[in-house]
């Protein structure tokens, strides 16, 4: 990711499984779209690295979700998006995103 500054805001939930992974759920604020800046899914590596530092988080315990709440203004979010995304870790650094459509179900399974 290149080093530039953003300024920017997600809503960030942590939650801490019984096997030890630590489930971080990045909120995008779409409703405040025009004030939150770069997108979670844009920035969601750096989200990844800054959390993981900030909160001892290994690679092998992380469960990153990127949640998007439903938006009757915000097209194409007419329905709640949760999306799992796993990492390459090279480095400490978070790389090659890939993501995973959940259903609600299927989130409130990883979240318990």
């Known amino acids: 990711m290149p ?10 939930k942590l939650i801490k499984r019984k096997d030890r992974k630590e489930v ?15 997108s979670i899914t844009n920035a969601c590596e750096k989200i990844a690295e800054l959390i993981c530092k900030d909160y001892n ?17 915000f097209i194409p979010h007419d329905k709640e998006i949760f999306n799992v995304v796993a990492f390459d870790s ?10 995973k ?6 989130f409130r399974h990883i979240i318990k």
Not at 24 to 38: E, F, P, Q, S, Y
Not at 58 to 63: F, G, H, I, S
Not at 101 to 106: A, C, P
């Open 3 to 12: 080093k530039h500054a953003f300024n920017s805001k997600c809503g960030i």
């Open 24 to 38: 971080v759920i990045a909120t995008d604020l779409h409703k405040t779209r025009h004030k939150a800046g770069i």
């Open 57 to 73: 988080i290994t690679p092998d315990q992380l469960v990153f979700i990127e949640y998007f709440p439903k938006a009757k203004d």
């Open 90 to 99: 090279i480095q400490g650094q978070y790389r090659n995103p890939k993501r």
């Open 101 to 106: 459509e959940l259903t609600v179900e299927e």
